[in-house]
């Protein structure tokens, strides 16, 4: 008896709770992306404390290393649309040739634009950090990089799951509801069987 109850509780509760939550970002959940602003004191940060940089050398860096964020987000939007494109082509959509070429050129022009950039504030850091300082920080951007990749990977992964179970048309009449009840079931068996091999 007492497992034909939690199995109803469970069958009632598990979808509430899986329909209530948000998706939660560093931006409080509203859903949308952090600003620039946080995403560059977050970047900053991180790097700083990569290097080890003292109060007083943080304070002559951190000013040049805005300047140079703030160049490459401007260089970004400047050849920006290439994300779009590229969405498209994974969803199997048809996009001209003309585009693919001007996104491949923009692309190619983006790559020799920001290792210009880089250079050119390799120099002007060079002169606030100490060679070790620099490959430091060259392996921190490297880091912060695969770090947000793995974050969008994940954020990606999860967004096909969604895709996958919560189509408009499955959302449609019954098949919604089979669904809806199989997992559910599925879900409260488990969390019963779980039960009984604990107690």
Do not use: W
Request: net charge positive; charged share 25%; hydrophobic share 40%.
């Amino acid at each position: 008896m007492k497992r034909l109850v939690l199995f109803f509780v469970l069958i009632l509760i598990v979808p509430m709770a899986a329909l209530a939550q948000n998706d939660r970002r560093n931006d409080g959940g509203n859903g949308q992306r952090p600003s620039f602003e946080s995403f560059m004191r977050t970047k900053c940060d991180m790097v700083v404390q990569e290097l080890g940089l003292s109060q007083k050398d943080s304070s002559r860096f951190i000013p040049i290393y805005q300047e140079l964020l703030k160049e490459k987000a401007e260089l970004y939007k400047k050849y920006g649309g290439g994300r779009r494109i590229r969405l498209k082509v994974e969803m199997g959509e048809s996009v001209p040739d003309t585009t693919l070429m001007r996104v491949i050129y923009n692309n190619s022009q983006l790559q020799v634009e920001d290792a210009q950039l880089e250079h050119r504030y390799l120099l002007r850091l060079s002169g606030v950090l100490t060679p070790m300082q620099l490959y430091k920080l060259q392996n921190a951007e490297q880091k912060f990089r695969t770090s947000i990749i793995e974050e969008n990977r994940a954020k990606k992964l999860l967004f096909n799951i969604k895709l996958t179970f919560f189509r408009p048309q499955l959302l449609e009449g019954s098949n919604f509801f089979c669904i809806f009840v199989a997992c559910n079931c599925a879900c409260a068996l488990s969390f019963c069987t779980l039960i009984d091999r604990n107690f």
